[in-house]
């Protein structure tokens, strides 16, 4: 007993002698290489917390995985420009390249197999490095050792040049990370030593501008512009829009050249005044140093002790890319771009840009309400400030623009949680004007949302996702509602926020596309599709933030809830349907690598399996993070990825945002204390701290036993201690009980779910049956037919019955007292006589209904997404129709698709034949187009034939595809699409 015990406690001290803190200096901690491998999109140059500036080479351009402009499996460098995006998963920035370069003058970026062919370079990873600040590599082409560092509004640059009877440095105004279309742009050459000017581009964000100040140490001897590919020798200043300046010197010999370089988004002047106020001088070391001991001052909100240093870098890594976005909008004299276009005077407070929302609602924002609320404030002034000046709050905010990406209104629930977390300075009333606003458009499916109580998958694309949310946004809207005291919205949202419930199918437990009044078959939950938001239907499965309990009730009790829990993390990982590069990260159908999975390890507490919760999160963190390049398993999307990880490091997660509690995961480390802003300190421990003992055994909470399995935002606020005693086996019964579990659970406003009007087809020749379902089993169904809105005395339903007319079905549902809203079936009766024969296969995706879709006369919309266009993939559509019998003819039709942005293109020609018997066909001649492929949105098209009184049975169609996509598309070479809908014959 003596030996083993000596042998225990002899590991114990071996653990607490290698417990490694970063004291005051937790940025040495931090590898900004992690994420720019793999699909992690993140940027390695230089940049202060939330600056304006993120100074960083790039490498690539127009590509998914380059979206930040690096990715660390590139061996050639473009050159240095000022500002770039963290983790997204679409392309933009990249403004005011600076590229230095001996030897020849080359204005053009030449090609990453030959840099010879233009001023890029080689590099290697063995000569580069990055530190929060600062960046350094040296390009092998020129033997030029480049470093950066930044102020928040300033980018630094010191290149050491090496002997060489010639160098410069490029300023490349035609360049960013994607191929914008550049709106305008100006280079001037004010002296020997100063450069400015601007660009204004249209690309993601649809109008942003970038003016710049530039500062030489060391005057230049030669000068000139480069305008649309004609070089102009010492001309001092050009306006247009592909610009490429240089600035020349001669004999350089390992002397090093200094540039300053001030950005703004409201004109030159404010980039001078930028420069001038942060940097008035040319210590590059010192900005350098300032730079990192603000990110230590940052980092160090969050002290950590850990036994293993790659913990503390993925941690501090984390950390800090949670501090990248959202960027710092307006300029040191307060002024800034509003969402008007028009120039603003910001008072005290500080404007942002770049709000990922529908990333960062979920864990960004909770965590900065922890660690940095006073900048919450500013970011939420900032979005009221959008609101006033551009109409709506943002959706995804960028450089002063809305680009519409991604879905739901997700400021709400920032806007709420904050508030919820007594974060409370700014315009309240204004706030819920502006949370009304924008749940109250038409856009975005929400016509439907409003009128229906869900969105049709056949009316709006992404369906059943932003019901989802939307639902979850109205109970914020609600919760931000109750605390003003207005009782009329609160109830109003209440009521929405249980719009989820209209999606659920009893039968499969699963949220399911419905369109004309019943679920879209088939159905595979591990299908991704257009009904869904970057995933599939298991991975939004468990999106009911606002309504957990109630959920867990729908599907049956606790042991069904855990059982499709598990049969989520358990289930085989592979995909199916379209192919979606967001999906990753994967465990069973769990997907890390995209946001919708995220809290969903954290629901075991709500049935009183906290030790589930456990063991997944501790295998998350194990092993879809990790120190090198490619340690993210997806997207790092403006900090959101980094914040799950930190927040579950700490041992706790915001399962809903607005609610005011986290839910208890695991501890990472043997000890972290949170510096308050409020000057208290929270700090949570670890005792028996082994990488092995990541089961809670139990807690105590500022000494006393602590057994929920939660945790309030005041309870962190009041400051205090939290202390965990770990061990290798579960304890099954710490928060088991009910009493312990969180409840998040939507009372007192409960609604009846519409019912369902399920069918085989919307189509049919003869009759069709019709029945009818609820997912209450004690619901009482009323409907009509052909008539108007039933009620309570209406026709009740009680079993199924046969149409064989065209029939308009309304059913609402009586549960409790409760009437549901409406829901609409429309069948239609077509002829018997005609069909259709595929002669080459659609692709199983867009199937449209199916082998007769073609003739159903049901036309499709522009959006492809809602699933009413048939697609062929790669290869051509041949379709023969029969109508039956010998029919005289003088008309046909058919009708395409093109939305080139997503690989569609109309056919290249479109060929009717006609024929008596089937087998000989008389063609008709080739039709063609004039629409061309470059034009963006989605265009319909119709190739219609007319013709005398022709008799014939048969009509063949052939519409031939293009094949490949076109060179100058993204998806150059890859497969195109056709996609058709209605072929007519009269």
């Known amino acids: 007993m003596r030996i083993n015990y000596f042998i225990i406690n002899a590991v114990s001290i071996i653990f607490l002698v290698s417990c490694q803190t970063p004291k005051n200096n937790p940025a040495d901690f931090v590898n900004p290489f992690i994420g720019t491998d793999g699909h992690g999109h993140t940027f390695p140059g230089a940049t202060l917390p939330f600056g304006m500036v993120q100074l960083s080479p790039d ?22 420009s000022h500002t770039h995006l963290s983790g997204t998963g679409v392309g933009d920035y990249g403004d005011i390249r600076f590229m230095p370069t001996t030897g020849a003058l080359l204005l053009v970026p030449g090609e990453e197999s030959n840099t010879s062919t233009g001023y890029r370079s080689g590099f290697s990873h063995e000569n580069e490095d990055a530190e929060p600040g600062y960046y350094r590599v040296m390009l092998d082409d020129y033997g030029i050792q480049v470093e950066l560092t930044s102020t928040e509004r300033v980018g630094f640059h010191r290149y050491s040049m090496p002997k060489a009877s010639s160098s410069q440095v490029i300023i490349d105004l035609s360049e960013g990370v994607t191929s914008d279309e550049i709106i305008d742009s100006e280079l001037i050459f004010e002296n020997d030593t100063i450069v400015s000017g601007y660009r204004v581009t249209k690309g993601w964000a649809a109008n942003q501008a970038v003016y710049f100040y530039a500062v030489f140490s060391k005057p230049f001897e030669s000068f000139g512009i480069q305008a649309n590919g004609e070089k102009h020798e010492n001309v001092a200043a050009m306006r247009g829009n592909e610009l490429v300046g240089w600035a020349g010197f001669k004999d350089s010999d390992n002397e090093k050249v200094l540039v300053k370089v001030g950005i ?45 240093k790659s913990d503390l870098k993925v941690f501090y890594t984390a950390l800090y890319h949670t501090m990248i976005a959202p960027n710092i909008f307006n300029d040191v004299d307060g002024r800034y771009r509003g969402h008007d276009g028009k120039l603003h005077q910001a008072k005290n407070e500080s404007r942002y840009t770049v709000f990922s929302l529908w990333d960062t609602f ?6 900065l309400t922890i660690i940095e609320r006073d900048r919450t404030t500013s970011m939420i002034q900032t979005m009221l400030d959008i609101y006033e000046k551009g109409g709506l709050l943002p959706v995804w905010e960028l450089a002063g623009n809305e680009t519409w990406c991604m879905i739901g209104y997700h400021a709400v629930p920032v806007i709420a949680d904050a508030w919820v977390n007594n974060i409370r300075d700014f315009d309240s009333n204004l706030a819920l004007e502006a949370m009304r606003k924008s749940a109250l458009q038409d856009h975005h499916g929400l016509f439907w949302y409003k009128k229906m109580g869900f969105i049709p998958s056949d009316e709006e694309s992404e369906s ?89 009730e729908l599907m049956g009790g606790d042991a ?134 990541y089961y809670i055994q139990s807690v105590n909470l500022n000494g006393k036993p602590y057994n929920k399995s939660w945790l309030t935002y005041d309870q962190i606020q009041q400051g205090g201690e939290m202390v965990f005693e770990m061990g290798s086996e579960p304890n099954v019964d710490w928060g088991s009980l009910e009493k312990n579990r969180p409840i998040q659970r939507i009372e007192g406003e409960n609604i009846a779910s519409i019912p369902v009007i399920k069918s085989t087809a919307k189509t049919f020749t003869k009759d069709l049956e019709i029945s009818m379902g609820h997912l209450d089993t004690n619901a009482v169904i ?3 037919i052909n008539a108007g809105i039933p009620n309570l005395k209406g026709r009740k339903y009680e079993q199924p019955f046969k149409i064989s007319i065209n029939s308009r079905i309304r059913a609402v549902a009586a549960v409790d007292g409760q009437l549901s809203d409406v829901v609409l079936s429309e069948f239609f009766r077509i002829p018997a006589d005609r069909s259709i024969l595929l002669e080459t296969p659609f692709n199983d995706l867009y199937p449209a209904g199916g ?136």
């Open 59 to 80: 490498t690539r351009k127009d590509s998914w995985d380059g979206c930040s402009g690096y990715h660390y499996s590139d061996r050639t460098i473009l050159g240095f």
């Open 264 to 308: 703004s988004a409201v004109d030159k002047e404010g980039a001078k005044t930028n420069l001038m106020t942060e940097v008035p001088h040319w210590n590059f070391d010192k900005v350098r140093d300032e730079a990192k001991e603000k990110w230590n001052e940052s980092l160090g909100k969050i002290e950590v002790k850990s036994i293993e």
């Open 362 to 367: 979920r864990a960004l924002h909770p965590l």
């Open 464 to 552: 059943v996702s932003k019901t989802l949310e939307y639902a979850y946004d109205d109970w914020t809207i609600a919760t931000f509602a109750k605390g003003l005291g207005d009782t009329t919205t609160h109830h109003e949202f209440l009521r929405r926020a249980q719009s989820y419930k209209n999606l659920y199918d009893p039968e499969t437990k699963f949220f399911r596309g419905r369109q004309n009044g019943g679920f879209v078959e088939p159905f595979d939950p591990a299908q991704v599709n257009f009904m869904l938001t970057e995933a599939n239907t298991w991975q939004y499965n468990f999106f009911v933030l606002q309504d957990i309990n109630t959920h867990i």
């Open 560 to 693: 069904e809830y855990e059982q499709m829990l598990d049969g989520l993390f358990l289930s085989e990982s592979a995909l199916t349907g379209r192919k979606q590069s967001d999906i990753t990260g994967l465990i069973g159908q769990y997907a890390h690598g995209n946001e919708p999975s995220h809290h969903i390890a954290y629901l075991y507490n709500y049935i009183g399996k906290p030790y589930k919760t456990q063991k997944l999160v501790k295998q998350i963190m194990d092993e879809l993070y990790s120190e090198k390049p490619d340690g993210l398993s997806g997207n790092e999307d403006c900090g959101q990825m980094s914040a799950w990880y930190v927040m579950s490091a700490m041992g706790f997660y915001p399962v809903t945002p607005a609610s005011g509690y986290y839910v208890i995961g695991t501890p990472r480390f043997q000890e972290m204390t949170i510096h308050l802003e409020n000057g208290k300190v929270f700090s949570i421990k670890a005792d028996n701290f082994h990488p092995d003992n």
């Open 782 to 784: 009323f409907y009509t």
């Open 851 to 986: 082998d007769q879709a073609l003739i159903d006369r049901q036309r499709g919309t522009r959006d492809f997404r809602t699933g009413s266009w048939q697609g062929y993939y790669g290869n051509d559509l041949v379709a023969m129709v029969d109508l039956g019998k010998l029919t005289m003819v003088s008309h046909i039709e058919a009708g395409f698709l093109q939305d080139q942005n997503s690989w569609i293109f109309l056919p290249q020609w479109v060929e009717f034949s006609t024929s008596r018997d089937g087998i000989v066909f008389t063609s008709l001649g080739k039709l063609t187009h004039d629409v061309s492929p470059k034009e963006e949105g989605g265009i319909i098209h119709n190739f219609v034939q007319e013709i005398k009184n022709q008799p014939a049975r048969y009509i063949r169609i052939t519409a031939k595809n293009r094949g490949v996509c076109p060179d100058w598309h993204i998806g150059q070479g890859e497969p195109a699409w056709i996609f058709a809908d209605e072929i007519v014959v009269e």
